[in-house]
């Protein structure tokens, strides 16, 4: 299967500050990435979608100016949650769309990033 | 509205016991349906899914899938489980194969 990575793996950081998540498809392109968000012992929610060179597509309740997404290449999204406070502490995942060309596409995940505010 | 339910927050089976989770949707249309399976410090992996044609799905580490229409069910099953099969699983629907509604998941323990 295809190989989809995030960094950083974890992150601390104090309330206030922002932090950046990268999202990496390693092994093929990915025009359009996902964000997830997901809660201990929850599912995962998506937040946001986000296409190659266009603005994302976020999910209705979740606030764009707080959650920046950024998908500047092939093979490159980031989110970045701004001024973070503890409610934003939590597990965030992406994805990425590998196209078959026979309309069987898969969604590859990455292994997720805890953000932990204090 | 679309949803995914997922009966069964927890399962404890014993090595080389079978396995069946329960799926059931929501959906106004055929759906497209997966299962996910999600370990410790790693990603989503795709077990297997289902588009069209034989309801009957196979996918990887030897698990199955049976899509029931008229239970809007997507269980899946695993004849002889295995210790390394402890792991959170996800059934999830979708219309094409982009936005994906996941169930709650189902921790599934393992005993030696």
């Known amino acids: 299967g295809a190989v989809v990575s995030q960094h950083p793996s974890w992150v601390i950081c104090k309330s206030g500050t922002s932090v950046k998540i990268e999202c990496r498809s390693l092994d093929f392109q990915a025009t359009t990435m996902f964000w997830y968000r997901q809660f201990p012992k929850q599912s995962l929610m998506l937040m946001a979608t986000s296409n190659e060179g266009s603005k994302a597509t976020y999910e209705q309740g979740v606030e764009k100016d707080k959650f920046l997404i950024n998908h500047a290449s092939l093979t490159l999204s980031t989110l970045t949650v701004t001024s973070a406070h503890p409610e934003d502490s939590s597990f965030y995942i992406c994805?990425?769309?590998?196209?078959?060309?026979?309309?069987?596409?898969?969604?590859?995940f990455g292994p997720g990033t805890r953000l932990t505010v204090l | 509205a679309q949803s995914v339910t997922q009966p069964d927050i927890h399962i404890t089976v014993s090595e080389g016991a079978s396995l069946e989770l329960r799926c059931n949707y929501s959906y106004g249309a055929t759906p497209y349906l997966f299962w996910y399976v999600q370990s410790p410090g790693q990603g989503l992996q795709l077990l297997l899914k289902?588009?069209?044609?034989?309801?009957l799905v196979q996918g990887i580490k030897g698990f199955e899938a049976e899509f029931k229409r008229s239970q809007s069910s997507f269980n899946l099953r695993k004849p002889s489980v295995h210790w390394s099969d402890a792991a959170e699983y996800f059934c999830a629907v979708s219309h094409n194969t982009d936005k994906l509604i996941f169930g709650t998941g189902t921790r599934l323990q393992v005993f030696p």
């Open positions: 994805s990425g769309i590998r196209t078959s060309g026979r309309g069987t596409d898969t969604q590859y």
């Open positions: 289902y588009f069209s044609g034989d309801t």
